[in-house]
């Protein structure tokens, strides 16, 4: 199974990719790599022999701060991308089940959490599923549950927000995946919106169960086989390491030029600083890796664990990459405007809710 964003968009040929060619200098990598090292070097050695602007002190004190919380989350990202890499998304896709049902919904759901993919990335291969019959539920509810849901995402946040509030998101997340599955293969039996008009799987199907149990069965542990996976996941969380580095930078900018007490009002665990958060998602042009960093600096900073759920679930509601695709592929703008008409009320409700509870 590839862990890369290059999925042809299956009308028009196109590469949908949030990550440079591979023949192409990947800049974005490049530059925000480039600025996080820096400053985590800054951080370690030039603070006990040179002074800094206060900005740039911040902004290294904040990578030093993330880098060291992270090290470990990434190291077992790098493995668990390696593994993910030698299971077929055959097995993934069959794990579907029958459309237009509140299993084949819930376990289109589940699917998702299978796929190591970004943002963008699992747009085209929610196409693909479209394509292949599944309902227009069973799509909707794998886009919304899956993109930060990967297990690489999940061990990051374990390390920034703590285990309790990652499960946490993880379980709304995946609530609010199929309702939006079922609301939407709702509107379509009332006739609101438009069926697939594909209501055959073209595939064969797997039988998941034996196919897990033969690939376990048939996996041998060798050090070049280990050397293997470490050196896939190295190479196929590209993508992570591009926008995490990314996220990364502009969370402690944030940090360096907007002054705590500013940040606490403006995205704090008010109701205006719940829609404030959803205005910058909607804004704020990120692949989900990118998103990571700066969802946790509103959780720890600004006491406001509503609103790092909201940036991290309403960037997928309102993401016009998502949004142009999904029009794409069911040729329908009504569908494409449900999207975060069905999806952008329940995170601001669950959002407002964590509010409450506070951190």
């Known amino acids: 199974m590839s862990k890369s964003c290059h999925h042809e968009a299956p009308s028009t040929g196109e590469q949908a990719s949030c990550h440079a060619p591979r023949n192409k200098p990947d800049y974005l990598l490049i530059i925000s790599g480039g600025i996080t090292l820096s400053c985590y070097l800054l951080a370690l050695f030039a603070g006990q022999w040179m002074s800094m602007p206060v900005w740039l002190q911040t902004m290294s004190s904040g990578v030093f701060e993330l880098v060291n919380k992270m090290w470990w989350g990434l190291l077992a990202a790098v493995v668990f991308v390696g593994l993910l890499d030698r299971v077929p998304r055959e097995i993934v896709t069959s794990a579907l089940g029958q459309g237009r049902t509140v299993k084949g919904v819930a376990r289109a759901t589940f699917a998702g959490l299978l796929l190591d993919l970004c943002s963008h990335g699992i747009l085209m291969v929610g196409t693909k599923l479209y394509e292949r019959g599944a309902s227009l539920g069973q799509v909707i509810a794998f886009l919304v549950a899956s993109p930060w849901n990967s297990l690489s995402l999940t061990i990051i946040m374990v390390t920034l927000i703590g285990l309790q509030w990652t499960l946490v998101y993880v379980a709304l997340s995946l ?185």
Do not use: H
Not at 297 to 325: H, Q, S
Not at 338 to 352: A, D, T
């Open 175 to 359: 609530l609010i995946g199929l309702l939006c599955g079922l609301i939407f293969d709702a509107l379509v039996a009332r006739g609101k919106l438009p069926d697939n008009p594909i209501q055959n799987n073209s595939g064969e199907a797997v039988a998941v169960m034996p196919a897990l149990k033969k690939l376990i069965g048939s996996a041998k542990i060798t050090p070049g086989g280990v050397g293997a996976v470490l050196w896939d996941g190295l190479k196929d969380s590209r993508m992570v390491f591009r926008w995490l580095f990314f996220g990364l930078v502009l969370a402690t900018a944030i940090r360096a030029f907007v002054p705590m007490d500013t940040y606490s009002t403006l995205f704090g665990p008010t109701t205006m600083g719940l829609l404030l958060t959803l205005l910058a998602a909607t804004i704020i042009e990120v692949c989900s890796e990118g998103s990571t960093p700066i969802a946790a600096d509103l959780v720890t900073r600004a006491g406001a664990p509503g609103n790092g759920f909201t940036f991290l679930m309403a960037g997928i509601a309102t993401d016009y990459t998502e949004i142009v695709v999904l029009r794409e592929m069911t040729k329908s703008w009504k569908i494409a405007l449900f999207l975060p008409l069905v999806c952008v009320p329940q995170v601001l409700v669950l959002g407002w809710l964590l509010n409450q509870v506070g951190v």
